[in-house]
């Protein structure tokens, strides 16, 4: 069984930083597309950013480009989200996805971010 665990969420102030774990277990996650969404109250999901297997290749939404930064350690099968100068419109729940070819099948439950003005 697949599971995929967030945590690092928190309450921080705007321009401070916070950095997301995801650990993944019950699966090797080879080949796996691994990425980071979320969903503010009211709003739907959106993506955040996503990380190749190899790790050379990262895509963001523009909203977070040169503020966050993906990165993955795949032999503890831990995904990262690190965040910075973060703004009140980042809070949201943030998840972890894993999938194949950007199709994501597999789901983390979530961790709030709270960021106060």
């Known amino acids: 069984q697949v599971q995929l665990v967030e945590s690092g969420g928190g309450l921080v102030q705007t321009g401070g930083s916070l950095r997301l774990s995801c650990v993944g277990s019950?699966?090797?996650?080879?080949?796996?597309?691994m990425g980071w969404f979320r969903q503010a109250p009211g709003k739907e999901r959106e993506f955040v950013a996503g990380?190749?297997?190899?790790?050379?290749?990262?895509g963001y939404a523009d909203s977070v480009k040169g503020r966050f930064t993906i990165s993955r350690d795949n032999i503890k099968k831990t995904v990262y989200l690190h965040m910075n100068s973060l703004k009140p419109e980042d809070t949201a729940v943030y998840y972890c996805?894993?999938?194949?070819?950007?199709?994501?099948?597999?789901w983390g439950q979530g961790t709030q971010v709270t960021v106060s003005s």
């Open positions: 990380i190749a297997w190899s790790g050379d290749s990262t």
């Open positions: 996805a894993a999938g194949v070819a950007n199709s994501y099948n597999h």
């Open positions: 019950g699966h090797s996650f080879i080949g796996y597309v």
